[in-house]
């Protein structure tokens, strides 16, 4: 059936028309920000909820910059490639990468703990040079581990005093069977490991810093520069106003707290 003649002008100004509709309805509807299942920065609780600390910082940031959110709990993999194929999406924690920078706008960092080769006190004996830590102590890591590296530039081998697995937990297994007697670690997981060591009678001893790892809020990038700006300034304001010292303080380690605190007194570039 034909349309009318006269009807023609107003059905292309429609159809001219409706990008601009559901561009509009796009910027509207509440930003999408995913996470994964990772305590205490985030998890569900009892009434099905996300909550969490960083999950609470993020909520309280999104409220001061009056934008609508709606944060999800998913696994890793599925929330990464969600957040880099949908727009209108952000994603938390994020480990910065040179192979991930291009994907995202990043605001952050949200949160930069350290990693230590950890020793356990009962399997210490003497002076500890770490030169030497090869000759006399067994380590462990995941076979699929980027500190595979580390340990080799340490001198152990597969073949000499390293232990690999299939998983990191299981490396915290032996070391908790004394089965091994260094780990690398993360600073962050570190409390919950040195209680377990105490009700050994023992004690958890960091014997070098291995490396910084940043852990970002990242936006798909259809977000406007300016749009990443603000968010940007609202985290480092709560930096400098004690806002995320209280969310974060008993929850992370205080040296993770005074970085956040020390990056957001950093002058800004000229």
Sequence with gaps: MCRPLHLLPVLLFIHCLLPLV???????A???IITEHSPPASYLNEQGKVAGATTELITQLANQLDEDIRIELMPWARAFYTATSQPRTALFETALSEERK???HWVGPLKVYRLWVYGRQDRLTGPINLAELSRSYIACESLDSIYLQYWQQLGFTTERRLALTPRKAQ????????????????????????QDLRQQGTELVPLMPIDDIYLYLVFSLDHSVAYIQQWQDALEQSYRDGSMRALYQGVFPEAVIQRLEAFAQQPLPN
């Design 102 to 104: 291009p994907l995202f």
């Design 30 to 32: 509440p930003l999408r």
């Design 171 to 194: 490396c915290r297994d032996m070391f908790l069977q004394q089965r091994v007697d260094l780990i690398i670690w993360n600073e962050l997981f570190a409390g919950s490991l040195q």
């Design 22 to 28: 559901v561009s509009a309805h796009e910027q509207s």
